[in-house]
C-alpha cells in the first residue's frame, strides 16, 4: 500500500529563515512527485512537480528535490516570508493513484 | 482566466438528503477528479474521470456517485448512504491521465464545505 509521510505536521520559524519541509513514499514505482500549498479553507496550488527522470526542480524560493532510492522528497524555502504561512503537501504520482500526505503547516513570523 | 469552479462554497443538508457538489473547468482538461479532506487526514480520492461518459471509483466510493456528461463538469452526488458526509470536498482537473503519461500537474478548485446534521 503507497503511503506518504510528511514530517513535521507543523513548523514556526521566524521571516528570513530558510527552512526543509520533508516528505517520505513507500511505494518506489514512480511517475512524479508534487509538492502543493493550502491555505486555510481554499484549494490546493500546485507548487511543483518533479518527474521521476529528475532529481530537482526550482521555482523562485523553492527548490523541491526528489530521491527515488530512498524514498524522499524535500522542499527548501528560501528566504522564507509571512506570505509563505500554509499548508504545504506532498502526493506521490504512482501508477493509476495520487496519494497525499497529511502536510506540514508553516508559520513564518514577521 | 481559466480554472476550476466549485459551488457552492458552504452547503448544509439534513441527513438523509441528498446533495449534489458542482465542479466546472474551463481549462480544455481531459481527466477530472474529486478528493474528500477530513482533519489529520491526507486527500482521499473518491472518484475520477478520463474522458466524458467514463469514470472509475477511487478509494472511497461507498455512498458517492458522479457523472461526466460533458468535459467541462463533474459532479459530485453525495447520498444518504454516506455514513461520514461532513468534509471538504475538492475537484481537480488533469491533461491528461492515460496509462502512460501522469506528468501534469493537478489544478484544484476551491472547494465546497458539506455540513451534514
Known amino acids: 500500500k503507497q503511503e506518504v509521510t510528511q514530517i513535521p505536521a507543523a513548523l514556526s520559524v521566524p521571516e528570513g529563515e530558510n527552512l526543509v519541509l520533508n516528505c517520505s513514499f513507500t511505494?518506489?514505482?514512480?511517475?512524479?512527485l508534487q509538492w502543493f500549498r493550502q491555505d486555510p479553507g481554499k484549494g490546493l496550488t500546485s507548487l511543483l512537480l518533479?518527474?521521476?527522470?529528475?532529481r530537482e526542480q526550482t521555482s523562485g524560493r523553492l527548490n523541491a528535490s526528489l530521491d527515488k532510492s530512498s524514498g524522499r522528497s524535500t522542499l527548501y524555502i528560501a528566504a522564507s516570508q509571512p506570505g509563505d504561512s500554509a499548508t504545504y503537501l506532498c502526493?506521490?504520482?504512482?501508477?493509476?493513484?495520487?496519494?497525499f500526505g497529511t502536510g506540514t503547516r508553516l508559520l513564518v513570523s514577521p | 482566466d481559466g480554472g476550476i469552479t466549485q459551488s457552492p462554497k458552504y452547503l448544509f443538508r439534513k441527513e438523509g438528503q441528498n446533495v449534489t457538489l458542482s465542479c466546472e473547468q474551463n481549462?480544455?482538461?481531459?481527466?477530472m477528479y474529486w478528493y474528500r479532506q477530513d482533519p489529520g487526514q491526507g486527500l482521499r480520492l473518491i472518484y475520477y474521470?478520463?474522458?466524458?461518459?467514463?469514470?472509475q471509483k477511487g478509494d472511497i466510493a461507498e455512498g458517492y456517485s458522479v457523472s461526466r456528461e460533458k468535459k467541462e463538469s463533474f459532479p459530485l452526488t453525495v447520498t444518504s448512504a454516506q455514513k461520514n458526509p461532513t468534509a471538504f470536498y475538492l475537484c481537480?482537473?488533469?491533461?491528461?491521465?492515460?496509462?502512460?503519461?501522469?506528468?501534469?500537474?493537478?489544478?484544484f478548485g476551491n472547494g465546497t464545505r458539506l455540513t451534514v446534521t
Open positions: 481537480a482537473s488533469s491533461i491528461t491521465r492515460d496509462g502512460s503519461s501522469y506528468n501534469s500537474p493537478l489544478h
Open positions: 511505494d518506489s514505482a514512480i511517475y512524479n
Open positions: 518533479i518527474q521521476s527522470s529528475q
Open positions: 502526493a506521490q504520482n504512482g501508477f493509476q493513484k495520487l496519494v
Open positions: 481549462l480544455n482538461h481531459d481527466a
Open positions: 474521470s478520463q474522458i466524458v461518459n467514463d469514470f
